[in-house]
């Protein structure tokens, strides 16, 4: 049985990137073996055991042949005569099918280091054509390298448009999209993970209406670059790449990648505020519009990030001052009004009414 750390692991530190999580291979094991060791399986769709006291992922090498459409296509083979090389031969890229010995040799069989020296993006092997799956995580290490000064190999990119023309992305699910996604607008340029995906034909091919979008608007890899400089989240950064978009399809989008309920609810948020009369704060009842618009008195943080959005666009000087109107406001009770005998929706009229008045009192 040898142990090997593989893949992310030993890429990032060659490049000098702080390691968060650690792979292993092994090779010449068998499932009961690791069993014995006192290691838990956990791999539904090959040998994955977790070690009994770190936790961290040891996987049997494996090959995989294609089988099949998508990235679910194919018959996977791990037993203890695949080699270390037959497992790296079957990753995506030669910067992630990298090795390291126990006494920090390593190994190499596809040229990553010197990739990763020329900062380049290059396929393992014609095999990378078989999983769809590799144009979106190709797009988000490109996104999360940039940096760094990564490009993308012709060859390689030759490939993802092979699996885009062959009709292989129609196969992904939302959920290994998403997750992609949001992997991507986690980097310092999230724009290129956009940027490479119209380049090989893929936005196009999974998202038409988001893909004229994108080039109706260039400003977009600017606007998110400075959205990470200040570290956003992916709903934040998503509803800025979908301002605009009709309020239809934005959802369709949203839907198909089956992101989260709260991308949806900002995405919305930022696109009802957006160019709102109350953001120049002239007019009490523009501002009490604003805050019942982005139902403010039930989600005050979901105002608060829209306001940082909005700074971001260039649509609000400060949000400090519309922050402490919202925090005024949210003082309100409609308390005194019930104990004054008000019921139903007469406690909500005197409750707007005073709203409205600490607000042109404050403007």
Known sequence: ???????????????GLPVKDRD???????????????????GKDFPVFLHPKTQEEYAL??????????????????DPSVTLEEDLLRRDLTINALAETAQGEIIDPFGGQQDLQQRLLRAVSPAFAEDP????????????????????????????????????????????????????????????????LEQVGALQ??????????????????????????????????????????SNLKTHFLQQVKAPKAVLQQAEALQKASQHPGLRLQAAEEVLELFEQLDSWRRPELTQQTLVLLVLLGQLA??????????ACRKLSAQPWVAQGLKGPAVGEALREERLQLLAAEI
């Open 1 to 15: 049985m040898q142990i090997y750390l593989v893949g992310g692991a030993v890429r990032d530190k060659l490049l």
């Open 24 to 42: 292993w291979v092994v090779v010449g094991a068998t499932p009961e073996q690791m069993q014995a060791q006192g290691f838990k399986a956990v």
């Open 61 to 78: 090498a494996r090959t995989e042949r294609k089988q099949g459409r998508g990235y679910k296509g194919f018959v996977v083979a791990a």
């Open 133 to 196: 799956l590799r144009v979106l995580r190709t797009a988000r290490f490109a996104a999360r390298f940039a940096d760094l000064g990564f490009t993308l190999e012709p060859e390689t990119q030759a490939l993802m448009r092979k699996l885009v023309d062959q009709g292989e992305l129609a196969f992904l699910t939302g959920e290994r999209i998403w997750l992609e996604m949001d992997k991507a607008l986690s980097t310092s340029q999230p724009g290129v993970f956009f940027a490479v």
């Open 205 to 246: 091919a999974l998202w038409p209406e988001l893909a004229a979008h994108w080039q109706r608007h260039p400003e977009l890899p600017g606007l998110l670059s400075k959205a990470a400089e200040q570290a956003l989240a992916s709903a934040q950064m998503l509803a800025l790449v979908l301002l605009d978009l009709p």
């Open 318 to 327: 400060s949000r400090q001052r519309l922050l402490e109107l919202l925090a």
